[in-house]
Structures are given as C-alpha cells and as structure tokens.
C-alpha cells in the first residue's frame, strides 16, 4: 500500500530512532514529496487490517522538486529532506494535526510537521546527507561537486564547504566517533575530511578506478566502531563490490563480493552486535552490514560469518536506492526506484544483541581513548585525537575481541561458495 500511495520511485527512506515511524522521500503529482509513515501497522498484520490505524501520519509536498534524501536527527526531533530544488528542509512537530493541498483536495494529516528552517546553498540537485554524531553538524552532498556542512546549533549558518570532487557528489557519512567525515563522487574517489579544520585526510582512487556513473546515489557507511569504511559502487577484477576501507592506513585490501551489478547503498546497523558463538560458547562481538544493489537483490552481512547471513534475490523490480535499520536492530527497511519498500524483521537469535552503552564506551576508550560521553562534551576546536600508542595496541585488543574481518584461512579456501570478503591478491567469488 505504500507503492499505492506514492506510485512514484522512492529515493530514499530512514526509521525514526523510536521505531515507531519511518520518512520515504520522492516526487509527488507536481513537486517533491516526504511522508511519514506508521510503521505498525507494516510490521503487524492485525493492526493493518485495523481501519482506525492510520497509515499515513503527515505527507509534507514543499518540495518544489524531487525528494532524494530523507534523514532523521539522532535524538529524533528533527527532519531533514534534500532534493532537487537545490534545498534542504528541516522539519519539527508542531501542535496538532495538519494538512497539504494537493491535486486531490487537501489531505488531513494525524501528525503536524513543519518546515521551521529552508538550508539554501548547493548549485545542484542534492543526492544525500547526514548527521552527525550528537547532532553537532548537518552534511548535504550535490551534483554540484561539493559537501556543505551545516552548523545544527545555527542554522542555517554554514561552517565549511568541501571542495575538491570533480564530480557529482553522491554519498556523506560522519566517523561515529566525529574524527572524520567520508564523501564519495562519481569523480571515482572517496575523500576523507577531518573535522578539525575541514581538510582532507585522505584520497581514495584504487578500487574505483574501472567504475562508471552507473547509480543515482552513492551511499556509504561507518561501522559503529569506526574502524572500517565501507563504499557502495566498486570494483575487483571486473565484478562489482563493496569496498572495505581500514580506517588504520585507508587499507583497501578486502571487499565485499557477490552482487551482479553496481553497489548502490550499503548501511550498517547502528549497535555493535554480540553473540555466543555457536561452537565454542564465547562471546563474540561483530558488526552487522546491509548492502543493496542495481540487481535488485539485498544482501546481509555479519562480521562473524565467512558468508552474508542471507541474500533476497529480485526483492524489487529496480534498483534498491536506500537501507535503514531500527533503533532496535531487528527491523532492516529498504526502498527502490519500483516505487515499492520492503521491510525484513530479524530475532536476536539471527542477528545478536546489542552492545550496551557502557561496553560500548569501554570499547571507545580502548580504541580512541575517550568514550562516547567525552565526545558529547568536545568542541568544535577540541575534537578527539587519536594516541598512536592506542593505535598501536588496536591489534592487542583484537586479539581479546574477535576482529571485524577474518583473514582468509585455509579452512575458508577449502568451503564452497560465496565468500564474505576477499582479497586484490586471491580474490575468492
């Protein structure tokens, strides 16, 4: 019923933090359209079948031009939409019900959200955007070649302009830990900015380099440790994959494989997952990945398993065009240019636990030497430094904690099938 509604290509989608909503972003009749949606009554056949639930909770038409990034703030107040309009709205929640006039009249909406501040600044079309880590800065890519980020506690001041794509700019992500900001472009590069003086850190060509301008978007992720960078559109060895790029050194050596055509969004769950391993009754920790692709299909990776935890081949009829997990973690959405979303619920037992906050700080500290309450408390000008002896000692605390990536074994090399990850030097499909 959502493909019923809209009947237009939804470009992009993003669960409210609470799990009790989700925003789809797209082209309405005449301008571009951002609808919340109750997600009860998607994950709950008996509540869909209840006529008094609404499905629709606000359906916002500002928009002169297509919606292609819809992204809810961290503590969940704030809206943000980008689009073609070369603009990007900020909504809050007012009082209230409201409405839209539209081509059928106006339409009553159970939930008021309104446009409190228009971000005018990009050239072009604006393909995606992120928060980052406390809300401290908003970031917005467009085909103009250029990130902007937004000063969230002074809008719509803008704090910096990065310049030096020579392409369209088609995917941001923020470094959970607020040390970097990723962008990659059509350029074939990813960029690494640091948030200490909006500089680039790093330039990243090689895995791209037989890549063409194949996807609407580009979206890439952090893992929630921040020690890996995973792209969307890459190559190995003239098939399509999913970069892994080391935080440590921007290593690039391993690559998620398997997806027939290009790499569209991957997104990674929030939480660092925890489980007992099934064989040796030790607790492993391990981060959680999904990855969609212009072959229709939808794949999802664990870092404690050699092969995705499953793989939905033609799930759409088009390219998927953007991912979002819950709060929670069991809930993955995903969205396509079919005009249709998918929604795939997940059990601890399939996907772990989450890492609780304190372990999840104690793992911080080990790692960058500060936890996340630190961050909180950091400045514009005192951003978290990261101790070369703490980075040193990473591969120490790898050996206590299972590693995001296992090297390729011999028992690996003797299974059949589709692997995890590979290697540029023994590239295993």
Request: charged letters at 20%; proline letters at 3%.
């Given at each position: 019923w959502v493909y019923f509604i809209t009947e237009k290509p939804i470009f992009s989608l993003d669960i409210h933090p609470d799990g009790t909503k989700f925003a789809t972003g797209g082209q309405g009749s005449d301008s571009g359209r951002v609808v919340v949606w109750n997600i009860a009554p998607i994950i709950n056949e008996k509540v869909e079948r209840d006529k008094s639930v609404p499905k629709v909770l606000c359906q916002m038409d500002n928009h002169l031009a297509c919606v292609n990034s819809v992204r809810w703030s961290i503590n969940g107040q704030?809206?943000?939409?980008g689009g073609d309009d070369?603009?990007?709205?900020?909504?809050?929640?007012?009082?209230?019900?409201?409405?839209v006039f539209g081509s059928g009249g106006f339409t009553k909406s159970v939930e008021n959200w309104r446009c409190v501040t228009t971000l005018r600044g990009h050239a072009g079309d604006i393909l995606d955007m992120a928060w980052s880590p406390q809300d401290r800065w908003l970031s917005s890519c467009s085909v103009d070649n250029t990130v902007i980020i937004w000063d969230v506690f002074a809008l719509p001041s803008i704090v910096a302009i990065l310049k030096g794509h020579t392409g369209l700019v088609k995917g941001v992500a923020w470094d959970?830990?607020?040390?970097?900001?990723?962008?990659?472009?059509?350029?074939?590069?990813?960029?690494?900015w640091k948030t200490t003086d909006w500089t680039c850190q790093t330039t990243i060509t090689e895995p791209f380099q037989e890549c063409g301008g194949t996807t609407h978007i580009l979206r890439l992720s952090w893992s929630p440790d921040g020690q890996y960078l995973?792209?969307?559109?890459?190559?190995n060895g003239g098939g399509p994959t999913a970069q892994i790029i080391e935080r440590e050194g921007w290593k690039c050596d391993k690559d998620f494989v398997g997806?027939?055509?290009a790499v569209t969004c991957v997104r990674f769950h929030n939480s660092i997952m925890m489980r007992t391993a099934p064989k040796t009754n030790k607790s492993q920790q391990y981060c959680c990945l999904a990855v969609g692709s212009r072959d229709h299909s939808l794949s999802i990776w664990m870092t404690a398993l050699q092969r995705p935890l499953l793989v939905i081949h033609e799930i759409f009829q088009d390219s998927i065009l953007d991912l979002s997990w819950s709060s929670d973690g069991y809930i993955l959405m995903a969205c396509s240019g079919d005009g249709t979303v998918a929604c795939l619920q997940f059990t601890d037992d399939e996907l772990g636990t989450p890492l609780s906050e304190e372990d999840k700080n104690a793992l911080y500290q080990r790692m960058y030497g500060k936890s996340v309450n630190d961050m909180n408390m950091q400045s514009e000008k005192d951003m978290i430094i990261e101790n070369a002896e703490l980075l040193d000692n990473i591969v120490c605390e790898k050996q206590k904690q299972p590693t995001f990536i296992t090297e390729l074994d011999s028992r690996v090399q003797e299974e059949k099938g589709p692997q995890c990850v590979t290697s540029k030097e023994n590239s295993i499909t």
């Amino acid at each position: 019923w959502v493909y019923f509604i809209t009947e237009k290509p939804i470009f992009s989608l993003d669960i409210h933090p609470d799990g009790t909503k989700f925003a789809t972003g797209g082209q309405g009749s005449d301008s571009g359209r951002v609808v919340v949606w109750n997600i009860a009554p998607i994950i709950n056949e008996k509540v869909e079948r209840d006529k008094s639930v609404p499905k629709v909770l606000c359906q916002m038409d500002n928009h002169l031009a297509c919606v292609n990034s819809v992204r809810w703030s961290i503590n969940g107040q704030c809206l943000a939409s980008g689009g073609d309009d070369k603009t990007v709205m900020i909504w809050k929640r007012a009082k209230g019900s409201g409405g839209v006039f539209g081509s059928g009249g106006f339409t009553k909406s159970v939930e008021n959200w309104r446009c409190v501040t228009t971000l005018r600044g990009h050239a072009g079309d604006i393909l995606d955007m992120a928060w980052s880590p406390q809300d401290r800065w908003l970031s917005s890519c467009s085909v103009d070649n250029t990130v902007i980020i937004w000063d969230v506690f002074a809008l719509p001041s803008i704090v910096a302009i990065l310049k030096g794509h020579t392409g369209l700019v088609k995917g941001v992500a923020w470094d959970p830990v607020g040390k970097f900001i990723a962008s990659q472009s059509d350029d074939r590069s990813i960029k690494v900015w640091k948030t200490t003086d909006w500089t680039c850190q790093t330039t990243i060509t090689e895995p791209f380099q037989e890549c063409g301008g194949t996807t609407h978007i580009l979206r890439l992720s952090w893992s929630p440790d921040g020690q890996y960078l995973v792209s969307a559109h890459a190559m190995n060895g003239g098939g399509p994959t999913a970069q892994i790029i080391e935080r440590e050194g921007w290593k690039c050596d391993k690559d998620f494989v398997g997806h027939r055509k290009a790499v569209t969004c991957v997104r990674f769950h929030n939480s660092i997952m925890m489980r007992t391993a099934p064989k040796t009754n030790k607790s492993q920790q391990y981060c959680c990945l999904a990855v969609g692709s212009r072959d229709h299909s939808l794949s999802i990776w664990m870092t404690a398993l050699q092969r995705p935890l499953l793989v939905i081949h033609e799930i759409f009829q088009d390219s998927i065009l953007d991912l979002s997990w819950s709060s929670d973690g069991y809930i993955l959405m995903a969205c396509s240019g079919d005009g249709t979303v998918a929604c795939l619920q997940f059990t601890d037992d399939e996907l772990g636990t989450p890492l609780s906050e304190e372990d999840k700080n104690a793992l911080y500290q080990r790692m960058y030497g500060k936890s996340v309450n630190d961050m909180n408390m950091q400045s514009e000008k005192d951003m978290i430094i990261e101790n070369a002896e703490l980075l040193d000692n990473i591969v120490c605390e790898k050996q206590k904690q299972p590693t995001f990536i296992t090297e390729l074994d011999s028992r690996v090399q003797e299974e059949k099938g589709p692997q995890c990850v590979t290697s540029k030097e023994n590239s295993i499909t």
